[in-house]
């Protein structure tokens, strides 16, 4: 088939507002409907097209093929705003020079620094936490795993008050992110007191960023930290005049990037986890079993990570059922065969993750919590991709894990956290996936 025109058009379809209705009332359940519509499917967002890929082999093709299926569309237009032309947004033309400049970065030598931050901050907040309490899990996370961002990227303790304006800039932004993407680009311009929080936020934290980094030029001394690597970073594949380090734009624009997606997407995960846990018993008590056995022989480490594994599986079982970033698009350079479709440049192309793990022809019982299926796993190939595939795999993926599952077994050591109700857990549509709502009792384990 040729054209757009040609893909199928998924059901729930309207008049004018074509499957905006759809997307709106449920997501998740509308987007995992579709792959028995088909390996690709058209669905229209007002006057706009977009094809969605179901199939994981057709994904794995998009995802390899980032020099055609390029970043672009409303969320990347939006999340440029915010991290510029960063890693995650930045377009085809300028990722391989990034990348090679970011990756000594997160090279494993500086992994053993980074956990020992991890657990360290984690092992402060479950300290003052109080049995009986009952906290936003999200929020208390969220805070946790931006000072971890913070405290990774300057090792030099920041002052108290910028911290605070960090934290609260990122709350402000991310929830100010979200009614930028899905709001008309006019309507998105109005001043209202949520967009001037939002703007308020995004050029504060921009010029923390930029007033740090000077900073650091000005005393000239090495840190071995994460923007001392961006900073040290020399690209030997570039001429002098292209550039052989990251400038202090590009630099502000990293260390924006790794900011943002380094805190909300990690605290979603580990708050994902610990309200599965809380619905699996058996699985919750092994888990105990098993931190405290690895507890006691010394605090958490890096060295440590491999006898968690159980904490692992939760972790990787957790990514699959609710993976962050569960909806993304990338835009067609030029006239591209996809499938058994020819789309036209210009087209754009949607994808999701959630989709992806959700399909029980590649998942046994795919909607259950079973961190079991992870001890061999015989996955179909391209099943799983919640750092993405290809060039583009997120860079900082071991971080990640490596940070959930520590802050995971840091705070199952000393607590359980108990559900307050036996509604089944809701989402919370953001530029990553959130539990809405979720408040859980501390119950302080002996």
């Not at 799983?384 to 997120?394: D, E, H, S």
Request: charged share 25%; proline share 8%.
């Amino acid at each position: 088939m040729d054209g757009v025109a040609h893909v199928p058009l998924a059901s729930g379809c309207v008049p004018l507002l074509g499957h905006a209705p759809a997307l709106m009332r449920d997501p998740l359940s509308f987007v995992a409907s579709l792959p028995a519509q088909g390996e690709l499917v058209r669905l229209r967002l007002g006057p706009q097209s977009v094809v969605m890929v179901c199939d994981p082999d057709l994904l794995r093709y998009v995802l390899v093929h980032d020099e055609v299926f390029d970043k672009g569309g409303p969320l990347f237009e939006r999340l440029r705003d915010v991290l510029g032309n960063g890693l995650g947004t930045c377009p085809y033309s300028l990722h391989r020079r990034q990348r090679r400049l970011c990756r000594p970065a997160f090279d494993g030598e500086r992994f053993p620094a980074y956990a020992a931050v991890m657990a360290d901050l984690t092992d402060e907040i479950v300290d003052s936490w109080r049995d009986g309490r009952i906290i936003d899990v999200p929020a208390e996370l969220t805070t946790l795993t931006a000072r971890i961002a913070l405290a990774t990227m300057f090792s030099a303790s920041l002052p108290a008050s910028l911290t605070r304006e960090m934290l609260r800039d990122l709350d402000d932004i991310m929830t100010g992110l979200i009614r930028q993407v899905i709001t008309p680009v006019p309507l998105a311009r109005v001043p209202t007191p949520s967009a001037r929080r939002y703007w308020r936020a995004r050029e504060h934290l921009r010029a923390s960023v930029e007033a740090i980094i000077a900073a650091r030029r000005h005393d000239g001394n090495g840190h071995d930290d994460l923007l001392g690597s961006l900073m040290a970073a020399h690209d030997p594949g570039t001429s002098p005049l292209d550039g052989q380090v990251l400038s202090d734009e590009e630099l502000a624009d990293q260390v924006v990037t790794f900011f943002v997606t380094g805190a909300d997407p990690v605290s979603s995960t580990i708050s994902f986890a610990l309200a599965l846990l809380a619905h699996a018993p058996e699985v919750e008590r092994r888990l105990h079993e098993e931190v405290d056995r690895v507890r006691a022989e010394g605090p958490l480490t890096l060295e440590r990570l491999p006898s968690l594994e159980l904490a692992g599986r939760v972790i990787a079982e957790t990514l699959r059922l609710y993976p962050p970033g569960w909806l993304f698009t990338r835009t067609l350079t030029a006239d591209s065969e996809i499938g058994a479709a020819r789309l036209p440049a210009g087209t754009m192309i949607a994808y999701s993750p959630y989709l992806i793990h959700r399909r029980p022809d590649l998942f046994e019982a795919p909607d259950a919590f079973r961190p079991d299926r992870w001890r061999n796993p015989h996955l179909p190939r391209n099943a799983y991709l919640p750092f993405g595939a290809g060039a583009r795999r997120c860079i900082g993926e071991h971080f990640a894990r490596t940070e959930a599952v520590l802050t995971l077994a840091g705070i199952t050591t000393r607590w359980r956290l108990a559900p307050l109700t036996d509604r089944p857990l809701r989402c919370k549509l953001s530029t990553t996936l959130r539990p809405a709502g979720l408040r859980m009792r501390l119950v302080e384990r002996s």
